[in-house]
């Protein structure tokens, strides 16, 4: 007999998606977080000063407004408590001239001029059918999809480097516009499907917006484990494991960490040829990650950058090109791409009246050491001179350090795991189920199997269905939501 049906190891989104979908088919459910705070990437702190309010890892939400997962009736509530920036994300050039994606499509192109018409083509069919994109997107693609032609026009502007996709464009502009976010892939821009990432969080920003959550993006972990209590689950803190030995018994363990987490904790359990692939698995560049308390907000040249939630800080999209090639290649560039978001343009309850929180990351090679935090403020300083006058505090962890914070980030890696042709298919093995493992009952759900990084959950919900199905009479795990 076991004593729970389900044992989750770690309570990061997806740990806390798979607890709920097994909750959800009437299982007991134990959820075991190593870390003393609940929530892995969606956690909140007073990082800096007393009253100021510091997302550690994620900030900005478009993946959970586009999810399934959080699309269920029990979130109703937490999704009003989604703060939508004016402006869902800016990228300033230079004096007051900045480029940014509004709300509306058309709002956007009439800021490009000569690209007007070809960025309405490019975009306009694709955010009618936003949904469809993000159902297809967020799942790991093993079915055909339900609308072949939409998803196949995404899919095949995707599949493109972002660098050929930009060749449409002629404007500086237009091309710093997808560069820029085209650059949360954490890849070179010469590289295959840098593209999708531009398409997919720019439709985003166009459908539903690029989101922060009121007080933080713990709020979005409060909301899961309320949900996973409301169902009978328990979650327990302060519990590492260390070994297969140290999970209670149960009939299903899923395990929300890293491949290199999974192959530490099984040890030789595991065939070694299985521990050998994990062991083949890239994690790609990490992030060294800033939080600041500022006396006021960020005086940024370009005014449609004081509206935005997110920034792209790196000029051109020549030089946000350099600097990805040159983490890639291992270097530290000396002017990096900086991804900034300020979440007091939605939500005041970040800080004390008047006061500002600021986050930002840039990219560096895996597992570095080296302290960025000057390099990221000479960047922010550029585009609005005055910033370093506002610091009251701050808080810095270099890619070494965001890897001791919480272990699923191998070497800082925060997608967890490079978003490779090959590792967007297949990830973290060559499986056709990539959550099962060689041992019976043992399921990996991080963002280390598809779809992969961000907060949306569904890696939780295809790994519990497989569990439910193997162990469980459920359904074919990748039937449609
Ligand atoms: C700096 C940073 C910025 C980010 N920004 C964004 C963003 O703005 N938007 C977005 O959508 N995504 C963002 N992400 C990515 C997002 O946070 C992750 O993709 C997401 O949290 C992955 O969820 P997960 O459940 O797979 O793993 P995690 O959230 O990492 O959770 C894993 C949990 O398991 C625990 N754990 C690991 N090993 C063990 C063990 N042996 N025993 C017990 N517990 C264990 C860890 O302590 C952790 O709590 C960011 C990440 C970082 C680090």
New binding site residues.
């Given amino acids: 007999m076991s004593a729970v049906d389900a044992v989750v190891?770690?309570?990061?989104?997806?740990?806390l998606a798979a607890a709920i979908t097994m909750a959800r088919a009437g299982l007991s459910v134990t959820v075991?977080?190593?870390?003393d705070l609940v929530?892995?990437?969606?956690r909140t702190q007073e990082a800096t000063l007393p009253g100021f309010r510091h997302d550690v890892?994620?900030?900005?939400?478009p993946?959970v407004m586009a999810s399934p997962f959080f699309r269920h009736p029990s979130f109703d509530g937490l999704r009003e408590r989604l703060r939508q920036p004016e402006v869902p994300f800016a990228h300033p050039l230079g004096g007051e001239t900045a480029t940014a994606a509004h709300r509306s499509v058309d709002e956007t192109a009439a800021t490009l001029g000569a690209d007007a018409a070809a960025y309405r083509r490019l975009f306009s069919p694709l955010v009618e059918h936003a949904d469809q994109i993000a159902d297809a997107v967020l799942a790991p693609l093993r079915t055909l999809p339900d609308h072949p032609v939409t998803v196949g026009r995404f899919g095949l502007a995707g599949l493109l480097p972002v660098q050929a996709l930009s060749r449409r464009f002629r404007s500086a502009e237009a091309r710093a516009l997808l560069a820029g976010v085209s650059a949360h892939s954490m890849s070179p821009l010469t590289a295959p499907l840098t593209a999708a990432f531009a398409l997919l969080l720019t439709v985003l920003a166009h459908a539903q917006g690029w989101p922060v959550a009121e007080g933080g993006s713990a709020t979005l972990t409060d909301a899961m484990v309320a949900e996973l209590e409301r169902l009978g689950g328990t979650v327990s803190t302060g519990?590492?494991?260390?070994s297969l030995d140290e999970v209670p018994r149960a009939t299903a363990v899923l395990f929300?960490?890293s491949p290199k987490?999974l192959a530490a904790?099984a040890g030789d359990a595991l065939p070694t040829r299985y521990t050998r692939a994990l062991g083949r698995f890239r994690y790609g560049p990490g992030?060294c990650?800033v939080d600041w308390a500022l006396s006021g907000p960020v005086p940024w040249s370009a005014a449609v950058c004081r509206r935005a939630g997110t920034l792209h800080v790196g000029g051109t999209a020549a030089e946000v090109a350099a600097s990805e090639a040159g983490v890639w290649a291992g270097r530290h560039p000396a002017r990096p791409y900086c991804l900034v978001v300020q979440p007091g343009v939605a939500d005041p309850s970040r800080a004390p009246a008047g006061r500002q929180t600021l986050w930002a990351?840039c990219h560096v090679p895996s597992g570095s050491t080296v302290d960025m935090t000057g390099a990221i403020e000479q960047q922010i300083e550029r585009f609005a001179p005055g910033f370093s006058d506002l610091i009251l505090a701050r808080a810095t962890r270099t890619a070494a350090q965001?890897e001791l914070a919480?272990?699923?980030?191998v070497g800082g890696a925060?997608?967890?795991g490079a978003a490779t042709l090959r590792q967007t298919m297949f990830r973290p093995t060559m499986q056709w189920n990539p959550y099962r493992t060689p041992l019976a009952g043992v399921y990996l759900c991080?963002?280390s199997t598809p779809p992969g990084?961000?907060?949306h959950g569904m890696?939780?919900v295809f790994a519990a269905r497989t569990a439910l199905h193997d162990l469980f009479g459920g359904g074919s795990p990748f039937d449609a939501h």
Avoid: F, M, Q, R
């Fill in positions: 190891v770690g309570s990061g989104p997806n740990g075991l977080e190593g870390d929530g892995g990437g969606c890892c994620s900030i900005a939400h993946l519990h590492w494991v260390g929300d960490t987490g904790i992030v990650k990351y965001e919480d272990p699923n980030y925060i997608t967890g991080s963002a990084a961000g907060v890696c939780g």
